[in-house]
């Protein structure tokens, strides 16, 4: 017969003060870290193309859970089918260092979805890339109530994105159309007192002139760049928290749009931007330092 003093007593998690199960749920993987995620080129997670992946478009696995990515249990791994990707939800490695995110724990009970959706979404850094149609239909298909809780939010740009916002590129009009949209969901479905939002270029213009752009060819960029500011105009009067601009090129003009959007006392500086020559241009935010002497082509 069982020892009734020795039965198992299951955890009451909710009884645990609310800033401790905060505490708790940060330490989860519904926080993305650099630190766990040494493979991310993002600091944050990113929104390719209306769909979740960490790194450049895609998921890295760290290869820590086996030394062969066929026997990896890791979920970002080796999944291409639906059917994939659920077997492995299960799989725990003590060894893994990927991030994907706990969507177990929005599962569980109404209350610990709630608590987990809070944390998810005003504890990181989200990133939107590629397709901007499918960015809107991404942010589209998300409550309001969950896409009120971001706090950090970035409209990254590719290289011929940027381009195309020229108004001499004969893409500008649909281009347009479609970031000016993006712009305005954002605008009418976020919290704009409590959103810190930005807009990156991409990469230094660096990699642009090694490939073979001539510096006269990136000339189309600072009239791009007025475009882009465009819909974002006098957010600030809006109660937006902060605006920061990372440009590939015309570093002087950063500072131009950030104004234009946030009023002319804004300085960027005093809300946690990195100067163009200390930031590195894969982690703007932070990241991994990195001293860039890069000649700023707008300012000659």
């Given at each position: 017969?069982?020892?009734?003093?020795?039965?198992?007593?299951?955890?009451?998690?909710?009884?645990?003060?609310?800033?401790?199960?905060?505490?708790?749920?940060?330490?989860?993987?519904?926080?993305?870290?650099?630190?766990?995620?040494?493979?991310?080129?993002?600091?944050?997670?990113?929104?390719?193309?209306?769909?979740?992946?960490?790194?450049?478009g895609r998921p890295f696995c760290c290869r820590g859970c086996s030394p062969l990515r066929d026997f990896s249990a890791c979920p970002t791994a080796n999944i291409t089918t639906p059917r994939e990707a659920a077997a492995v939800a299960a799989a725990f490695s003590p060894t893994c260092r990927c991030f994907a995110p706990p969507v177990q724990l929005l599962r569980v009970a109404k209350r610990m979805r709630e608590e987990s959706e809070r944390i998810l979404f005003s504890e990181?850094?989200?990133?939107?890339?590629?397709?901007?149609?499918?960015?809107?239909?991404?942010?589209?298909?998300?409550?309001?109530?969950?896409?009120?809780?971001?706090?950090?939010?970035?409209?990254?740009?590719?290289?011929?994105?940027?381009?195309?916002?020229?108004?001499?590129?004969?893409?500008?009009?649909?281009?347009?159309?479609?970031?000016?949209?993006?712009?305005?969901?954002?605008?009418?479905?976020?919290?704009?007192?409590?959103?810190?939002?930005?807009?990156?270029?991409?990469?230094?213009?660096?990699?642009?002139?090694?490939?073979?752009?001539?510096?006269?060819?990136?000339?189309?960029?600072?009239?791009?760049?007025?475009?882009?500011?465009?819909?974002?105009?006098?957010?600030?009067?809006?109660?937006?928290?902060?605006?920061?601009?990372?440009?590939?090129?015309?570093?002087?003009?950063?500072?131009?749009?950030?104004?234009?959007?946030?009023?002319?006392?804004?300085?960027?500086?005093?809300?946690?931007?990195?100067?163009?020559?200390?930031?590195?241009?894969?982690?703007?935010?932070?990241?991994?330092?990195?001293?860039?002497?890069?000649?700023?082509?707008?300012?000659?």
């Amino acid at each position: 017969m069982a020892d009734p003093s020795r039965a198992v007593v299951p955890f009451r998690f909710f009884d645990l003060p609310e800033p401790i199960r905060r505490r708790i749920l940060r330490m989860t993987d519904l926080v993305f870290s650099m630190d766990s995620n040494w493979l991310a080129f993002q600091d944050g997670i990113a929104i390719w193309d209306g769909r979740l992946a960490v790194g450049e478009g895609r998921p890295f696995c760290c290869r820590g859970c086996s030394p062969l990515r066929d026997f990896s249990a890791c979920p970002t791994a080796n999944i291409t089918t639906p059917r994939e990707a659920a077997a492995v939800a299960a799989a725990f490695s003590p060894t893994c260092r990927c991030f994907a995110p706990p969507v177990q724990l929005l599962r569980v009970a109404k209350r610990m979805r709630e608590e987990s959706e809070r944390i998810l979404f005003s504890e990181n850094r989200f990133i939107l890339q590629g397709d901007m149609a499918a960015s809107l239909r991404f942010l589209r298909a998300l409550p309001s109530s969950s896409l009120r809780l971001v706090r950090r939010l970035d409209l990254q740009l590719a290289g011929d994105q940027a381009f195309e916002l020229a108004p001499s590129d004969p893409e500008h009009p649909s281009r347009f159309r479609q970031w000016a949209a993006l712009v305005e969901c954002v605008v009418e479905r976020m919290d704009l007192p409590n959103l810190e939002l930005a807009v990156d270029a991409g990469d230094s213009y660096e990699w642009l002139l090694t490939s073979g752009t001539q510096a006269d060819d990136l000339q189309p960029l600072r009239d791009a760049y007025t475009e882009v500011v465009r819909p974002l105009e006098n957010l600030g009067s809006k109660g937006l928290k902060s605006f920061h601009a990372y440009w590939v090129a015309f570093f002087d003009q950063e500072r131009v749009a950030e104004r234009r959007v946030m009023g002319e006392d804004f300085d960027s500086k005093r809300t946690g931007k990195i100067g163009y020559k200390r930031r590195n241009p894969r982690f703007p935010h932070g990241g991994v330092p990195w001293d860039m002497e890069m000649e700023d082509l707008g300012a000659a």
